[in-house]
């Protein structure tokens, strides 16, 4: 089954969206929602589309999924960018530790949720074992 095809890679997309659509359109702001639901968000994105794209052209094809190394790579990758480098070079970006924990929590959410091979996420959608 292609990513964007899987529920719980949806669910966190529709939800961006969603609260995209509040804050910059309806500019609807809930403190909490507005700091921290797009982190808890980015890496079951950022990670769910990063392995559509590596199954489009790996060997595998769909029966590749991530290592809990790879994973970690990205969430190390995210949390310096975002959290180290951009808010030394710019004041628009703010350190924030929780943030950090909100990748961590996306990234934990991406490996056992989405980072699935096909026979894994028939398994998981049916909620039994043959």
Request: charged share 15%; aromatic share 16%; hydrophobic share 50%.
């Amino acid at each position: 089954m292609p990513v964007y095809s899987n529920i719980w890679f949806l669910l966190p997309v529709v939800l961006f969206w969603v609260n995209q659509y509040l804050e910059r359109v309806q500019e609807v702001r809930l403190p909490l929602v507005h700091s921290y639901l797009d982190d808890l968000l980015a890496m079951p994105v950022i990670l769910g589309l990063t392995l559509q794209l590596y199954r489009c052209i790996h060997p595998l094809k769909e029966r590749l999924v991530f290592s809990v190394g790879q994973v970690l790579v990205g969430f190390v990758y995210v949390s310096l960018l975002f959290e180290v480098l951009l808010p030394a070079w710019s004041a628009t970006y703010v350190r924030d530790a929780w943030d950090v924990g909100c990748y961590f929590l996306g990234s934990a959410y991406f490996y056992a949720l989405i980072n699935k091979k096909p026979s894994e996420n028939k398994k998981a959608d049916y909620g039994h074992y043959t």
